[in-house]
């Protein structure tokens, strides 16, 4: 049996028909696939949002955190068992207002993490008030005279934290989408995936008609371990010039776990730790 098969659950899949996610399901279906990430070697975790339902509809070992709360559940994860490929899913609202704090301390310390950001630049499952990632004069039920704020550059400031893998996909572009997610699950540190994900219900701006016009790839040229050049590229943004692809790519950096003395050599799970008595270990700190 596949493992596709595998990982299906018995959930009925309940997005919008059209929403970008589920280009992103597919990929990491198509991703777990190529690579047999099964219940033995990966985990995923994911906030709230309407991209949270994705633990619904795939048959791993998962975990639903609270608002803005799914990197420091994973950084966790990752702590107790490293060999794991700990995969965090989030939005845009999630990750970078709620858990913004979160997302830049994690990148910072290049944590093994995997983070896959469904970017739809609204909140969709509280209907499409305006988020971190919405254009400056938005008009929503948040912002009905307009947005004044500016949107977040999550990859520069994913960037300018530490993180050593960051890149960009369009979320109906699935091939495309399936490489780079393998490619950032391999990447041994801080690892953000941006994905361009059309919330068809509530953004008619950031439509899949204009990600498909506006979208275009980084060439050979485009140097990935040149951390300026990637800054330079990440300030593109406007009509025909919205790149997507590796921006940079820093594979000599160790991560967080690398430099960890106590799982150097075996994961804490498989070092007798879960076998400390809960309680004794609280009443040696009394
Ligand atoms: Fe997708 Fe938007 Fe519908 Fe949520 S509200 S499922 S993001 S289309």
Redesign the pocket.
Known sequence: MSNILNLKTPNACN??PG???FGIWTAFKAAAEKENWNNTNTAIVAGIG?HGHINNFIELTSFEGLHGRAIPIASGIKMANNALNVVVFTGDGDCLAEGGNHFIHAARRNQDLTVILHD?AVY??TTGQTSPRSPHGYKSKSTPMGNLDEPINPLSAALAAGATFVARAYSGDIPRLTELMIKASKHKGFAVLQILQP????NKIYTHIFFQENTYHLDKKHDTTNKEMAFAKLQEWGEKHIPVGIFYENTTQPSYEEQLPQIKTAPLVSVGAQKRNINELLESYA
């Open positions: 997005w919008c929403c970008g996610n309407c739809n969709g499952l919330c068809v219900s509530f």
